[in-house]
């Protein structure tokens, strides 16, 4: 099958009150466990790129090996740019294969936002791409970002019908209190998320796919698995498992998540030079950080998105 746009799997998902995983992409063995993942429990899937990401592993490189996740899985996959942050990222995506794109605006002013992601939507739509934008700032550090709390700011629910008729975007991702990264709250911070915000956008945009980003649940097992085995990880905590599945009960469409699966390799490896002290063989460590990818996946696409058996 050959990779698909966000189109069809969000109208499916919003009507059946379930979410699809978008799972970042780095490497091969990421880009194995997830799929693997998504083939045993037939479940739809997005991959997703960051601009660090291509850095990282090059775009050629990152576009052939999902190409190579089709032909073994034939599962409908679609290819996303995940925050980019120009226009000419974006097109360089469009260019480039990926069949959806994310232009992150949510740095600029309200009409900077709005101009931008409007430029990259008539560009997108003329080659068949759909695109997600940003409305609202969430908190948190990436590659290419690091938002402070203070600087971080939940989308205004009057603005979201304004912006999506104004730029045609395809789904809006919405700062409803999750945020990047593996220390979402503070310890002793009870984990709260904004459903009044999430409801107030529903209602305003009834049948509009949106966006949860931030959304790793921050596995314990992992970070436990991390710290038990050498590795120093403050107090880390997520999303809650069943926010998330409320969420995807309502108008998100899509679920975010990176920290996890980064969470999960570490863990996995760290344990294995731990119970291995010598070994040097890339493909022993590697292996099983991929099946605990796998498993990671798994344990979402039935618990948390509700998207199994849905490809
Ligand atoms: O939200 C961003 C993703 O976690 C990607 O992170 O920019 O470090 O690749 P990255
Ligand atoms: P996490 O850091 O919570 O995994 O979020 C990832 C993300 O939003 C990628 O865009
Ligand atoms: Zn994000």
Redesign the pocket.
């Known amino acids: 099958m050959p990779l698909v746009t966000t189109t069809e799997m969000f109208k499916k998902a919003y009507e059946g009150g379930y979410a699809i995983g978008a799972f970042?992409v780095n490497n091969m063995e990421i880009i194995q466990g997830i799929t693997e993942a998504g083939k045993e429990l037939n479940a739809p899937l997005i991959l997703?790129v960051?601009s660090g990401a291509r850095k990282y592993a090059n775009h050629t490189y990152l576009v052939k090996l999902v190409e190579a996740a089709l032909i073994e899985t034939d599962l409908p996959i679609a290819l996303h740019l995940?925050?980019g942050d120009t226009f000419e990222l974006c097109k360089s995506c469009i260019d480039g294969g990926f069949s959806s794109v994310m232009i992150d605006g949510s740095h600029h002013d309200y009409e900077g936002n709005v101009a931008l992601t409007k430029q990259v939507v008539e560009y997108a739509h003329a080659h068949g791409v759909v695109v997600e934008a940003e409305l609202g700032r969430l908190a948190?550090i990436?590659d290419a970002v690091n938002v402070s709390a203070e600087n971080a700011s939940y989308t205004d629910p009057a603005q979201v019908q304004d912006f999506v008729e104004r730029t045609g975007c395809d789904s809006l991702a919405i700062a409803i209190g999750?945020s990047?990264?593996?220390f979402?709250f503070k310890p002793g911070q009870k984990p709260q998320l904004r459903f009044d915000i999430l409801t107030e956008v529903e209602k305003r945009l009834p049948g509009f796919p949106i966006v949860l980003?931030?959304?790793?649940s921050v596995i314990p097992e992992y970070v436990k698995m991390v710290n038990e085995n050498g590795g120093q990880m403050p107090d880390a905590i997520?999303i809650p498992e069943e926010m998330l599945r409320e969420a995807a009960r309502m108008a998100v469409c899509k679920i975010?998540?990176?920290?996890?699966i980064r969470l999960a390799m570490t863990g996995t490896i760290r344990k294995y030079f731990n119970d291995n002290p010598s070994h040097f063989d890339p493909r022993q460590y590697l292996a099983p950080a991929r099946t605990a990818v796998k498993g990671m996946v798994a344990h979402k696409i039935k618990t948390v998105l509700g998207c199994e058996g849905k490809a």
Request: charged share 25%.
């Open positions: 970042n997703q960051s995940d925050h948190g990436e999750t990047h990264g593996a979402k980003h931030g959304a790793s997520g975010n998540i990176d920290s996890d």
